[in-house]
T-cell receptor
Framework: NAGVTQTPKFQVLKTGQSMTLQCAQD?????MSWYRQDPGMGLRLIHY???????DQGEVPNGYNVSRSTTEDFPLRLLSAAPSQTSVYFC???????????????FGPGTRLLVL | GNSVTQMEGPVTLSEEAFLTINCTYT??????LFWYVQYPGEGLQLLLK?????DKGSNKGFEATYRKETTSFHLEKGSVQVSDSAVYFC??????????FGQGTRLTINP
């Protein structure tokens, strides 16, 4: 298994540009999520999905859109990039909701985004 | 709501020193508790977990015990190595809810 993969690893955007951060997992996980990591802020949840066709907002959703058309993929879209969105973005997945092994979350390697 | 509070860093130790990183939580009921580690330039990896009171999670020489009476899950290691330098995150999850992270503690081990 490749686990959770993210592309690109690094991206520079100009203010107002749009882009999509890709995330894929090959573990047949139902639950996927996007976080951003800023210095001194820990990880903050942007959006999450409990299964194909179902998405919901986390604590910092503004400026980001997501969709979940397949179990494997969970792209994050920035419609009009702003300097405040400069951050490192992590995608994560887990089997699903509930206890036991379903709780363990697996993370991708991250995408470092710089918005000028 | 649920929350996790971690010992503020950064923490700097010498090789072979004893490590403790404090973590306390607020939750109703019985959450599962985790420690994740993030090595430089990488994503987070699960280090250890505990799912009920008095459980001890362990991995790579690290240990943490789920203490319900003190709502704590402190991370310990008896003898740290340079390769343990990383950021450590305490986290909890409860039922169908989202994973909640602490702020992270940066650990640097000097040779």
């Amino acid at each position: 298994n490749a686990g959770v993969t993210q592309t690109p690893k690094f991206q520079v955007l100009k203010t107002g540009q749009s882009m999509t951060l890709q995330c894929a997992q090959d573990m047949n996980h139902e639950y996927m999520s996007w976080y951003r990591q800023d210095p001194g802020m820990g990880l903050r949840l942007i959006h999450y999905s409990v299964g194909a066709g179902i998405t919901d907002q986390g604590e910092v959703p503004n400026g980001y859109n997501v969709s979940r058309s397949t179990t494997e993929d969970f792209p994050l879209r920035l419609l009009s990039a702003a300097p405040s969105q400069t951050s490192v973005y992590f995608c994560a997945s887990r089997l699903g909701q509930g206890g036991g092994p379903r709780e363990t979350q697996y993370f991708g390697p991250g995408t470092r985004l710089l918005v000028l | 709501g649920n929350s996790v509070t971690q010992m503020e860093g950064p923490v700097t130790l010498s090789e072979e020193a004893f490590l403790t990183i404090n973590c306390t939580y607020t939750a109703t009921g019985y959450p599962s508790l985790f420690w994740y580690v993030q090595y430089p330039g990488e994503g987070l990896q699960l280090l250890l977990k505990a799912t009920k009171a008095d459980d001890k999670g362990s991995n790579k020489g690290f240990e943490a015990t789920y203490r319900k009476e003190t709502t704590s899950f402190h991370l310990e290691k008896g003898s740290v190595q340079v390769s343990d330098s990383a950021v450590y995150f305490c986290a909890l999850i409860q039922g169908a809810q989202k994973l909640v992270f602490g702020q992270g503690t940066r650990l640097t081990i000097n040779p």
